[in-house]
């Protein structure tokens, strides 16, 4: 493990763009990448303060981070320079990211923060859900159809790029942190208390 990585106190989000090409993000405005599957990682200079919960990542050059004050990271040099995209204007911290394509992309998090942009992050549309809950995993499977998840029991569907959702009727109320989708018929929800869900068949959810 290289000094660099020992220095990050607390890192809360992961991607790989391939098996060699990394980022994790973490507190302090932390940055660290690998090109070997993993085996060593480096610190960026990121020139950011802030805790950062969420990564992704859209070719080996271009990619977005995000985190606490509502705040997305714009890259196009593989984290060399970022540009700050400002998109919540409520400054509710943003837990996760994910990008359909080079243009599309949503964000999700406290306080039932949804966002949405159709212009690769330049400008960010406010959605939100009711009561409060934070939300910490968005998916989307094609411009129209995408889950949330989230505390309290929050598991829920949209049909309209998210203009309205509907819950997805999830068997135990708890805590729901990740979620992984190979497909839309095929999906795992994990949560407080160790609940894993899984979906195999359409329109069900079974624990």
Same mark, same amino acid.
């Given at each position: 493990?290289?000094?660099?990585?020992?220095?990050?106190?607390?890192?809360?989000?992961?991607f790989f763009f391939d098996n060699r090409r990394g980022w994790a993000v973490g507190t302090g405005g932390a940055v660290i990448f690998t090109t070997d599957e993993g085996e060593f990682w480096d610190k960026i200079k990121t020139?950011?303060?802030?805790?950062?919960?969420?990564? &992704?990542?859209?070719?080996?050059?271009?990619?977005?981070?995000?985190?606490?004050?509502?705040?997305?990271?714009?890259?196009?040099?593989?984290?060399?320079?970022?540009?700050?995209?400002?998109?919540?204007?409520?400054?509710?911290?943003?837990?996760?990211?994910?990008?359909?394509?080079?243009?599309?992309?949503?964000?999700?998090?406290?306080?039932?923060?949804?966002? @949405?942009?159709?212009?690769?992050?330049? @400008? &960010?549309?406010?959605?939100?859900?009711?009561?409060?809950?934070?939300?910490?995993?968005?998916?989307?499977?094609?411009?129209?159809?995408?889950?949330?998840?989230?505390?309290?029991?929050?598991?829920?569907?949209?049909?309209?790029?998210?203009?309205? &959702?509907?819950?997805?009727?999830?068997?135990?109320?708890?805590?729901?942190?990740?979620?992984?989708?190979?497909?839309?018929?095929?999906? &795992?929800?994990?949560?407080?208390?160790?609940?894993?869900?899984?979906?195999?068949?359409?329109?069900?959810?079974?624990?």
């Amino acid at each position: 493990m290289p000094r660099s990585q020992r220095r990050v106190s607390i890192l809360n989000s992961v991607f790989f763009f391939d098996n060699r090409r990394g980022w994790a993000v973490g507190t302090g405005g932390a940055v660290i990448f690998t090109t070997d599957e993993g085996e060593f990682w480096d610190k960026i200079k990121t020139g950011i303060d802030r805790t950062l919960y969420a990564v &992704w990542f859209l070719s080996p050059t271009r990619g977005y981070v995000a985190g606490e004050d509502g705040m997305v990271y714009y890259t196009d040099t593989g984290g060399r320079r970022w540009t700050s995209q400002p998109a919540s204007s409520s400054g509710e911290a943003i837990r996760s990211l994910f990008f359909l394509d080079d243009d599309h992309g949503w964000a999700v998090g406290d306080g039932g923060l949804i966002l @949405t942009t159709v212009d690769r992050g330049r @400008t &960010w549309r406010e959605l939100r859900l009711g009561g409060g809950n934070s939300l910490r995993k968005v998916w989307f499977s094609d411009r129209l159809t995408g889950w949330v998840c989230g505390e309290r029991g929050i598991l829920l569907k949209t049909w309209d790029g998210g203009q309205t &959702w509907v819950s997805d009727k999830p068997p135990v109320q708890t805590d729901y942190l990740g979620m992984f989708f190979f497909s839309v018929d095929d999906a &795992w929800v994990v949560g407080d208390r160790g609940v894993v869900l899984s979906r195999r068949e359409p329109g069900t959810v079974r624990q």
